[in-house]
Nanobody, 124 residues
Framework: QVQLVESGGGLVQTGGSLRLSCAAS????????MGWFRQAPGKEREFVAA????????YYTDSSKGRFTISRDNANHTVYLQMNSLKPEDTAVYYC?????????????????WGQGTQVTVSS
């Protein structure tokens, strides 16, 4: 049974930082990449960042690049999202996801397993 568990969300002021974690069960180690997505109320789920397990290659959006950093700990099957210089528009539920096949990373349909999400709220 594949399990992804996010943690680290919370309430922070504009300009603050948070570090999200996504702990994956052993089986998801066979995944080829992990991604972070977010979904704000009334909006579609959007890509934030992704990382390939083996090479560690990272991918960002224009919005997340330079402020967010995705990293992985292969030994502990954990992926992190360090978020700095947070803005109110970053407020959303953040989800981690595991991808087992294919080469595309930017669409939620490219991922096979999802965590339950963690709330991030940035106050102005």
């Amino acid at each position: 049974q594949v399990q992804l568990v996010e943690s680290g969300g919370g309430l922070v002021q504009t300009g603050g930082s948070l570090r999200l974690s996504c702990a994956a069960s052993e089986r998801t180690f066979s995944s080829i990449a992990m991604g972070w997505f977010r979904q704000a109320p009334g909006k579609e789920r959007e890509f934030v960042a992704a990382i390939r397990w083996n090479a560690g290659t990272t991918y960002y959006t224009d919005s997340s690049k330079g402020r967010f950093t995705i990293s992985r700990d292969n030994a502990n099957h954990t992926v992190y999202l360090q978020m700095n210089s947070l803005k109110p528009e970053d407020t959303a539920v953040y989800y981690c996801a595991a991808k087992t096949t294919g080469i595309f990373l930017y669409n939620s349909r490219d991922y096979d397993y999802w965590g339950q999400g963690t709330q991030v709220t940035v106050s102005s």
